[in-house]
């Protein structure tokens, strides 16, 4: 599309001017009656000069706007400044800025763009398309037939290539049209497709029903593997990183980090993991290394700790053996109904322990190897974690029970219950509590909700997504919030896109003063390190993020949150 991207950011300003011209009805009438209602999370592909965009905004509905040509981009974000959209630059066949959203949309909209992707590039398009909506997510394509413009990078285009694409990836085609051209081209007709996603289209959710419940287990490997994909897909979905257009790479440390936080409750309740085994007997990941740093909580595991030289050689072993059972096993034997393996494992020859105090950052994480997951299945848990891990829990709970009756035992549901429960540290709350009280010493320090001062009797510290939805204490999602405020009005709420807007100079502020000036000198890198592991769409490793990166970043996690879990959002106290 390299051609028709140079053209439409030679010719912008013409171009705008053209399709401001007529009116989003003129154009999509026959689409406008079957949208669902608004709120909808929307995707415009090839968005031009932002009026469709503007119309679904202007309906109630959350868009992610794509627009690979800069000059069509920033034209339209100056004629459309709608709060509602957010403006990305990505691109057909591959969309790799949206898939690393980690969300699904309710309609995809295409206008006007088919044509100029290369017929050689439509499978992988359409495919990569499929993989954004939701179930029962809609797919809209207005599709050019006409003269050629070959400077303008077009090929031809029909409805019956789409018929078939949707039925080579399990959609369906709903409605088909051919209308005229809106700017009175006598030689240019539009046909219309309306392309629906019955379930999530790939198979990921039969595949993950089989393995959850009628796959053959021989120990709970398999589910711990899905737990933890889980677990990384809600809280940490900023690392992964596409693999090809078929799969995406995770850090194989963090799984095994996660691996680890998993397991060591269960093991210290004395909960069976197979037939044979009993507390720490008979497990491939339970070396040296795992047994000498027993002391370390599950709340100590986590992105962003630094280790002392001792404790950081025996937990690179632990972690090491961690990620040599996910591969041996689960990774092994976790297979398609064909036999094909469903997960990639990539190690490195020589891992190398740490010579002196280690910090568990991106760059530790992928030096254990990396993880590759289907893109389909990554999709699926990213979208329905907030369903799958119950169901995981559900069936690992009922292997631990017939592994106990098989060892003449029983187990104690409340144990089980604790020792299952996901453990979210909460002690860098106090530490930020801690640290805003310091500032309050030295300066005013305000709310960033409502501007109103803050004093040690009325300061809170927020997560500014609610813990009881989306559990993050990243340092970025910790905020300074009057006490009345946090707790009798915005509660277990996200703030509205309209509110963090207007918030927008004081969460910059609290960053800015609290972590990125403090006297700590870990702040700035673990802010940054947790931003990139929980957010999505900011600069990899090695690449400076600024505070707005950040608050953009979080303004897509909302958007995520907001949609995927459909949590109620606060608006602010009247008047403000």
């Known amino acids: 599309m390299s051609s028709a991207i140079a053209w439409y950011q030679q010719h912008a300003s013409d171009v705008v001017a053209r399709y401001e011209s007529i009116a989003f009805e003129q154009v999509h009438a026959w689409l406008a009656e079957r949208l669902p209602r608004a709120p909808a999370l929307v995707l415009d592909v090839g968005a031009g000069s ?3 965009a503007a119309w679904f905004a202007a309906r109630g509905d959350e868009v992610v706007a794509v627009e690979p040509s800069a000059a069509m981009r920033e034209t339209a974000m100056r004629l459309h400044p709608s709060p509602r959209i957010r403006w990305i630059d990505d691109r057909l066949p591959g969309l790799d800025a949206c898939h690393r ?6 309609v995809i909209l295409v206008s006007a763009v088919w044509m100029h992707v290369p017929p050689a ?9 499929v993989t954004l909506l939701r179930p029962g997510g809609l797919l809209a394509l207005s599709l050019r037939q006409g003269p050629d413009e070959h400077d303008r990078g077009m090929f031809d285009v029909s409805v019956q290539e789409i018929d078939r694409l949707a039925l080579r990836h399990g959609a369906q085609v709903e409605h088909d049209a051919i209308g005229e051209d809106s700017l009175g081209r006598s030689q240019v007709t539009w046909a219309s497709a309306l392309v629906r996603l019955p379930d999530d289209g790939t198979g990921a959710m039969p595949l993950l029903r089989h393995l959850i419940v009628n796959d053959a287990k021989s120990s709970t490997y398999k589910l711990a593997l899905l737990r933890v994909l889980c677990r990384i897909a809600d809280g940490a979905t900023g690392v992964a990183v596409p693999a090809g257009d078929e799969r995406v790479a995770l850090p194989l440390g963090l799984v095994g980090l996660y691996w680890l936080r998993l397991f060591r409750p269960l093991l210290d309740a004395d909960l069976p993991q197979s037939p044979d085994n009993r507390g720490l007997e008979r497990l491939g990941f ?36 961690a990620c040599d059972t996910i591969t041996r096993m689960p990774v092994r034997y976790s297979t398609f109904p064909d036999g094909a393996p469903i997960f990639e494992a990539a190690r490195p020859g020589m891992r190398r322990r740490p010579a002196g105090a280690w910090t568990l950052d991106n760059a530790a994480l992928w030096s ?5 997951v289907p893109t389909s299945l990554w999709q699926c848990l990213s979208r329905h974690d907030v369903w799958i891990e119950p169901a995981l829990i559900a069936e690992w709970g009922r292997l631990m029970r017939v592994y106990a009756r098989s060892q003449g035992r029983a187990l104690a549901e409340g144990a089980m219950a604790c020792a299952m429960t996901w453990n979210d540290p909460d002690r860098d709350a106090r530490r930020i509590r801690e640290r805003a009280l310091a500032m309050i010493d030295q300066s005013p320090l305000y709310c960033v909700w409502t501007g109103r001062r803050l004093n040690p009797g009325t300061l809170d510290i927020d997560h500014c997504f609610p813990w009881a939805a989306w559990p993050c204490d990243a340092l970025w999602n910790l905020m300074p919030a009057h006490r009345d405020v946090n707790r009798h009005h915005k509660r277990d709420r996200v703030p509205s896109d309209r509110l963090m807007l207007a918030s927008r100079e004081r969460i910059n502020g609290w960053w800015r003063d609290a972590y990125h000036s403090a006297t700590d000198p870990m702040s700035p890198p673990r802010f940054a390190e947790e931003a990139r592991a929980s957010l999505p769409g900011l600069p990899g490793e090695g690449q400076a993020i600024a505070l707005d990166d950040v608050f953009g970043a979080m303004r897509l996690q909302r958007m995520r949150l907001r949609f995927n879990q459909q949590i109620a959002q606060w608006d602010g106290l009247p008047g403000r």
Do not use: Q
Not at 121 to 129: I, M, S, V
């Open 50 to 52: 932002g009026r469709d």
């Open 286 to 321: 339970v070396g040296e290394g795992y047994l000498r740093t027993r002391h370390l909580s599950p709340l100590d595991l986590r992105v962003g700790s630094v280790f002392d030289a001792h404790t950081a050689a025996d937990l690179h072993a632990a972690l090491r053996d």
């Open 368 to 372: 254990f190897g990396e993880l590759r």
């Open 121 to 129: 590039d439509r499978e992988r398009a359409f495919r990569k398309l």
């Open 101 to 106: 959203l980690g969300t699904g949309f309710d």
